[in-house]
């Protein structure tokens, strides 16, 4: 999602690794410079253009939440960050920053407890009268932590978390925020069956406008700090399509946001064996290493026990147990052919 405010510009989150629309929405809109840039969490549909675009624009500062994998898309983006001599910063519940008029609290997380979801950096951004809350991925337990820590959560719009999935966005959160309009970023047609019927008609019926890039494409919510106005795709704006041909989700306050929807893309990246997918019974060790959870120990056993009937045979793999193994098909990189 991209922020922006007159001459200020944060991005939070920056799409899937096999994309490139995120890039290509900058610069489209003639943006070279970000202020800062936010990885809510180190997955790769989270982080996945973070690297490019630390390679390609002038960026001052990095925040993330300090969780870590071993997918190569997150390692190429700590090089990134290493390379380009950025500013970096992993933010705790409770920080409240005054970039410009825009202030912006961070409401979670308020430590790391190694459930990468559980980490994601949520924040609130307040542009005048008006304000946003992103969640990245946080789940049940992190909008209930939320909730906990006292927080005035009540704001206009709220990305729902974790793309909509029924694993967020509970009656008791989605009443403290009390948003007159929802953002789902998922992609059409996407595998997790994102967003979830269960929370759609939860929003709907508390009386909350719902956009999805899965079906609007691209999303701007613009305010003056006292009203908010909203256009899609559909209304004629419309960001310059990815090479793998999917959505992104723009909202803006005089503010603007953008973030990818997810899907499949065409992609030149190493990462790729087949059809945009790590096949696991296929891959060489080396590319079985950027699928999170699986260093070299690990890609050698998955050699070894090849083959496998479903991503669900990898429970075979010594450590790899329901909470990783969701991890991997959360991730989406993986795939048994």
Known sequence: MLLFLNILTILFDAGNWNRNDVVNYLNAHQINEIDILIGSHPHADHIGQMDQILNELDVTEVWMSGDTTTSQTFLRVLDAIESSGVGYHEPRAGEIFDVGPLEIQIINPDRLTGDVHEGSIAAKFSYGETSFILTGDAETQTERAMLSRGFDLEADVLQLGHHGSSTSTIPEFLSAVNPSIAIVSAGENNQYGHPHDEVINRVLNAGIEVYG???????????????????????????????????????????????????????????????????????????????????????????????????????????????????IKEEGLACAR
């Open 213 to 327: 890039t899965y079906m609007h494409g691209t999303i701007i919510i613009e305010s003056d700090g006292q009203l908010l106005s909203v256009l899609t795709n559909e209304d004629g704006t419309i960001s310059p399509s990815s090479s793998g041909g999917a959505t992104a989700l723009s909202t803006s306050a005089s503010t603007s946001t953008s973030e990818n929807s997810g899907g499949s893309g065409s992609s030149s990246s190493a990462e790729v064996t087949s059809n945009n997918c790590i096949d696991i019974n296929t891959a060489s060790e080396g590319e079985l290493q950027g699928i999170t959870h699986i260093g070299p120990a690990r890609a050698e056993e998955l050699i070894q026990l090849r083959p496998f009937n479903s991503l669900d045979d990898m429970a075979r793999i010594n450590g790899i147990a329901a909470g990783r193994l969701a991890d």
